[in-house]
């Protein structure tokens, strides 16, 4: 049975499905469908993922044009962070 924090996180990745992985690699593996958009498995290099939460709520607007603008509800921004730090390495393999 999965626990609760599992099945967020699982509702993340599926968040991250259907909004982000036409431009964004969603996996540990795959190259971005689109050249500029970094996949989220690298996104803790360039800033804790904690840090979108705000955006995701509010709304993302991002200097390029091809993105497009959303926002997420409360517990769909926990999901979705949930999902990201699923995506880093875990400290016991660095």
Same mark, same amino acid.
């Given at each position: 049975?999965?626990?609760? $924090?599992?099945?967020?996180?699982?509702?993340?990745?599926?968040?991250?499905?259907?909004?982000?992985?036409?431009?964004?690699?969603?996996?540990?593996?795959?190259?971005?469908?689109?050249?500029?958009?970094?996949? /989220?498995?690298?996104?803790? !290099?360039?800033?804790?993922?904690?840090?979108?939460?705000? $955006?995701?709520?509010?709304?993302?607007?991002?200097?390029?044009?091809?993105?497009? !603008? /959303? +926002? /997420?509800?409360?517990?769909?921004?926990?999901?979705?962070?949930? /999902?990201?730090?699923?995506? !880093?390495? +875990?400290? +016991?393999?660095?």
């Amino acid at each position: 049975v999965p626990t609760a $924090a599992a099945a967020d996180q699982e509702q993340g990745r599926r968040l991250a499905q259907l909004y982000c992985a036409r431009c964004h690699a969603i996996d540990r593996v795959s190259p971005s469908p689109l050249r500029i958009a970094p996949p /989220f498995r690298t996104l803790h !290099e360039r800033y804790p993922v904690e840090m979108l939460q705000e $955006a995701l709520a509010e709304g993302i607007v991002t200097g390029h044009p091809t993105m497009p !603008e /959303f +926002s /997420f509800e409360a517990d769909q921004v926990n999901d979705f962070i949930l /999902f990201l730090k699923s995506l !880093e390495p +875990s400290k +016991s393999t660095r």
